[in-house]
DNA sequence: CACGCTTTTGCATATATTTGCACGTTTCTT
DNA sequence: AAGAAACGTGCAAATATATGCAAAAGCGTG
């Protein structure tokens, strides 16, 4: 690979994702990391970037072409968002849970999808009006502000007409021994009535809820029918979670669902 | 994750949510305290944020684009929505409408306000999840993207259980002959419902709206307890609005309700 | 093709930065 | 006033960086 050649791939991943971490693309193609670090330092002299510890980022973070909202999340979260929305085929029904997580699945829609889209949370519901072909029902109820979702009977009693095929739950603990857990209990509540209306629950989780437990039980990992983890989460830790029953899904990889009806 | 990528991160939050909780974020990123904590106290030696005990607040309060909508609202509806939540008086429950006008009426509300307040828009309640003593309670229902608003059968069961002091409603046409009018007919529906639950109902219109009849009838006029009009509106209109048993509010007078029970 | 020259690359070493933790202090809450 | 939470500081381990150097590859000239 020529030099220059090498200079302006950087300078592309730059516009594209945002930012650049010097190990991981010295590693990506096949170089040392001083070889890199001697392209970021010579195109941070010429300008082009702006050089920093560990990598570079745009010179004015207005340049990269990411949407603004979409940058704002946490890579892990946008990931995970990106990989369950994918999981999404047409004409399905799901349950969308509220958080940061389910909103990250939510940008990560395609505006040419069409679903029906249940959902608790005023946010997420607000979050989904631009798409035009996805049908939203909301579930009413009491506003939780923490999490911005709806709690209490009413909430509980509203998803007992539904029937999706799909629940996307985001939980704040994820643990072998003590299940999927959250901080509130209205909202363990909820997650539970939600998870019973619908054939399949699949669990957001970026690292650090993993081997966490929060004081609210929603349920035992096995009654979830898969999650989706990080790219980069450690191998034992999937391991655990297939051998819970869980199908595990993680970005960038062809994500068939198996051993579930969808 | 990069360090400076990190603290443009923290600057985009604190400008999105116009607050910033250095444990929440590192929880978020999977980091220590003491790191955000750092981060922060550098980014405040620049000057680009003002530290504070818990977390980092803009550094000019005007920085946020939190208000920016309000003063989008055209004078006309602003000065309403203030009239209408002047009228709300302390512990009540009251319903409130979907719109631009209702959003008005959010956004003047006081800080220390206590309230029960019913929506069926998700635009709503978003709206009044910054208003800590007020709760709000969410009628689901399938979203009507136009108006943001829920509306069908599920919208006019769950306002079924519902009994509330006031409703402001907002509709499109206001006239003496053809009453309330709205331009959508689910959405009549759930008004109606709505007024039906509420010992008062007090319609909000701008001036646009007088005089005009939309496709589908809410209810005639007399069914209303009170209308919210702009200060200019031409006598000869509020006469008519209290001929026909209304209470009429402007702005800028001391709106004492009288001959209806608050 | 041989030769010297330049550029590029990876390595070793020394230096600098970042990060989490421990500990004592300050600030908030009740 | 007491307890909890947040804070700052110093420190050590991990990581990233700059620099000098040497090997390898590319280049032009004769």
Chains 1, 2 share one sequence.
Do not use: C, W
């Not at 050089?51 to 892990?76: Q, Y």
């Amino acid at each position: 690979m020529l030099t220059q050649e090498r200079k302006r791939y950087l300078l592309q991943v730059l516009k594209q994702q945002g930012k650049l971490e010097a190990k991981a693309v010295a590693a990506e193609l096949g170089l040392s990391d001083d070889t890199i670090r001697r392209d970021l330092r010579e195109l941070a002299a010429a300008g082009m970037l702006q050089r920093v510890h560990g990598g570079a980022l745009p010179k004015s973070p207005a340049e990269a072409d990411l949407d603004a909202r979409k940058s704002i999340a946490s890579g892990s979260k946008q990931e995970i968002g990106k990989t369950a929305a994918g999981l999404i085929k047409p004409d399905q029904v799901v349950i969308v849970d509220g958080g940061t997580t389910a909103m990250q699945l939510v940008k990560n829609l395609r505006q040419d999808q069409k679903n029906t889209i249940v959902t608790h949370s005023p946010t997420i519901a607000v979050a989904l009006s631009p798409y035009p072909l996805i049908t939203v029902i909301m579930i009413g109820g009491t506003l939780f502000r923490h999490s911005m979702v709806n709690i209490g009977a009413a909430t509980v009693e509203a998803a007992s007409h539904i029937h999706a095929d799909t629940f996307f739950m985001g939980v704040t603990g994820v643990d072998v021994k003590a299940g999927l857990s959250t901080g509130d209990l209205e909202e363990a509540y909820v997650k539970r009535a939600l998870s019973l209306r619908a054939a399949d629950t699949i669990v957001m989780a970026s690292s650090e809820k993993l081997q966490v437990a929060s004081p609210y039980v929603v349920m035992p990992l096995e009654k979830a029918s898969g999650i989706v983890l990080e790219k980069n989460t450690s191998s034992p830790f999937k391991k655990l979670m297939k051998q819970s029953g869980l199908d595990v899904f993680v970005g960038g990889k062809n994500n068939e669902r198996k051993g579930h009806v969808l």
